[in-house]
């Protein structure tokens, strides 16, 4: 009786009948010598198929522990059955062999811990990139989208005490000592600082630190957002920056402080050993805007409807509060928006909207005149037709609209261009100085888009 093949080498390999000594590999379907061993063949399967060695030890690894995990599950006799298990009744073996596949399959498709992190991190990108809630990721919504993309990575989404727990801490400390060691390189940083109120009426300072790295590329970073729980007095600001700059490292770093011009800051900053205060341009330039915009010859919401006569920039506000009660007809008359819409399809224009303006961006009140004169026939014939429709606009008053939007133009393109974070903005204030210039020539030449003069 010949002796049984004992050795795994021949899992790989067999036998043939009319040459003893020769096998023939299963996998490439050569042939090999092994005389009375089989370290030639283990030889071959090391040099050449090592990778299906390591899959099958890996597979048969699995495989124990699958069934350790069937046998912990199995109830012991001690234990109380379920109504429907019969005493010492075993599982077919097609059920346990079944059973087994699917957590051998669950098992080889679990997403490696290298792609479970990758998913976090884009969770947590898309949350602080796009200003989302954390209970964004419990929506049903947001779960069917994953479960359609990659189901495996439904069960990894992070619960929400995860997340404000354990996950971002970790980034934001990791993200810090970044950032730290950034600052540590550069000899010289740069403060931008805001006091700014929520909805909530809770008062922030946030403090922006600009440095250029070891490559002199400028880079931005957010230092803190901290919440102000005393009253502004120049001395409670003067130790809050202190304490921030002292926990970044940076104090004897610091070369300039941008704000705006309030009086607390200012006196703050002035506390601070020499380090010089850089009013906010940006700020000065829309406080110009703001104060030109303002009434100046009392006029309040019922000139709106009278025919008042033009006394030159005192009546600028009475325009555009005209100016805005069309636009905020145009938003709450459902008739009014229709016809609108209607009359923009006869006239094959893109379906425009008017845009409203807030209070405290003068930029807006820009862009609501740039879109009215945009739409300046369809509105005109609509509020024609319209029986209480709002004020038109006097041919007079389309020629001022039109000559202030390229007035306020450079102001709004300036005001960008200093808030501007990839480059340096106080050489910019350079061109500003010719301001006086440029106005006293608009001065002869009031008509900037005919050229005509007074």
Sequence with gaps: MSRKNTSDVWKYFKKLSNTPNEAVCLIFSTHYKHGHGTSNLHEHLRRVHQSKLDAEKRNTELEKDLDKEQNNDQPSSSKTLSYDQEPDQEQPPTKIKKTKQLLLSKRFNEPSTKQKNDFISIIMDMIAGDLQPI???ENNGFQKMVSFLDSRYLEHIPSRRTLTRKIMPDIYQSTKVKVQQMLIESNYVAITSDI????NADSFLTVTAHVYNTNYVLKTFVLTTEKLNKNHTAQYLYETLIKIFEEWKIINKVV??????GANIKAAIKK????????????????????ALKIQCGADESDVDNNI?????????????????IVTFFKKSEIGHRCLQDKLKQLSLPDLKLKQDVSTRWNSSLLMLERLVTLKEPLTCVMMSLKDGPTMLLPME???IEDIIPLLTPFNLMTTELSGEKYSTLVMVIPLLNLPYSLETLKHNPNPKTGQTA
């Design 196 to 199: 700014w109120t929520s909805l």
């Design 256 to 261: 300039a402080i941008v704000t705006d011009s």
């Design 272 to 291: 601070m050993n020499g380090i010089p205060h850089i009013p906010c341009t940006a700020h000065k330039l829309n406080l110009v805007v703001t104060n």
């Design 398 to 400: 389309w020629r001022i």
């Design 309 to 325: 006569g033009w006394d030159g920039v005192n009546d600028l506000n009475i325009l555009l509060k005209k100016c805005r009660s």
């Design 135 to 137: 209970s964004y990721l």
